[in-house]
């Protein structure tokens, strides 16, 4: 009897050191590489110093505050002989800045009405980040985008009009570009509401694309063509900054891959 129990007891200790060893060999397999926002950035920023330079605008139609405070930027930098690098998506830094300081009769950045007077002082200081908008597409495969994207997880939560749908897919989006993918940022309703995901090119010879979920980092379905107009990242990131941009949230890691 003691030679039975002997030998459970030894069963029970080799069971229980596979399973340990599986255990840590299964989460060794993964190394976790932290994505920042700036490694989307291709070249080292550009420290601006102004002497805040006070302004005044109205509002003119089809004007957006991001639009505006560019068009400035943009005039300034040229003024001072510093060149616009890869272009308006450089300056996103400072309109957050300025978009932060700057009295909105609505209180709501995103909302200023026609004939509106803004007033508003360039910051101390600011940052220009300059972007790569040409890339080399190297993949194709769903499977392979599958993989990659189950391997993603957000750090920086989801919160309503500071980091949403548009930033989520913004970031992603061009993350994905710099990898390698045909990506395109796509506006729509979904789940009955104004929303922004991504699709993504999965045959190099037919209009065959994927959608991606930004929010929840999954694969939605498969369509021969997107149901609705896309837009490469740093286009929409150009025309709106304040909503597709990342650089208002601090230098914490906003993502997380598991990679083996």
Not at 174 to 189: F, H, K, N, P, S
Not at 236 to 260: A, C, F, Q, T
Request: net charge neutral; proline share 4%; aromatic share 14%.
């Amino acid at each position: 009897m003691k030679v039975i129990k002997l030998l459970i007891f030894i069963n029970l200790i080799v069971l229980a050191s596979i399973m340990c060893i599986t255990y840590w060999q299964s989460n060794g397999k993964y190394e976790s590489i932290y994505l920042y926002p700036k490694d989307l950035y291709n070249k080292s920023p550009i420290v601006i110093n102004t002497n805040q330079e006070h302004y005044k605008v109205v509002v003119k139609p089809g004007q957006s505050l991001g639009l505006i405070v560019e068009g400035i930027l943009d005039e300034y930098l040229q003024n001072k002989g510093i060149p616009a690098g890869s272009g308006k998506i450089d300056i996103a830094h400072a309109v957050y800045m300025i978009a932060d300081d700057i009295n909105i009769r609505s209180g709501d950045p995103d909302l200023i009405y026609v004939g509106e007077k803004l007033s508003f002082s360039l910051p101390k200081q600011f940052t220009i980040y300059q972007i790569d908008t040409v890339f080399e597409v190297k993949y194709y495969s769903v499977e392979k985008l599958r993989r990659t994207i189950n391997s993603l997880q957000w750090v920086e939560p989801y919160k309503t009009g500071y980091f949403d749908c548009s930033n989520m897919a913004g970031f992603l989006s061009m993350w994905l570009v710099r990898q390698g993918w045909d990506a395109y940022i796509v506006e729509g309703t979904r789940w009955e509401q104004k929303h922004s995901w991504i699709w993504v090119k999965v045959d190099a010879h037919k209009e065959k694309y994927v959608d991606v979920e930004a929010t929840g980092l999954y694969i939605d379905n498969q369509s021969t063509k997107p149901t609705s107009k896309r837009y490469r990242p740093w286009e929409k990131i150009n025309e709106n900054p304040l909503e597709y941009g990342w650089w208002h949230v601090s230098d914490h890691p906003l993502m997380v891959r598991k990679i083996k």
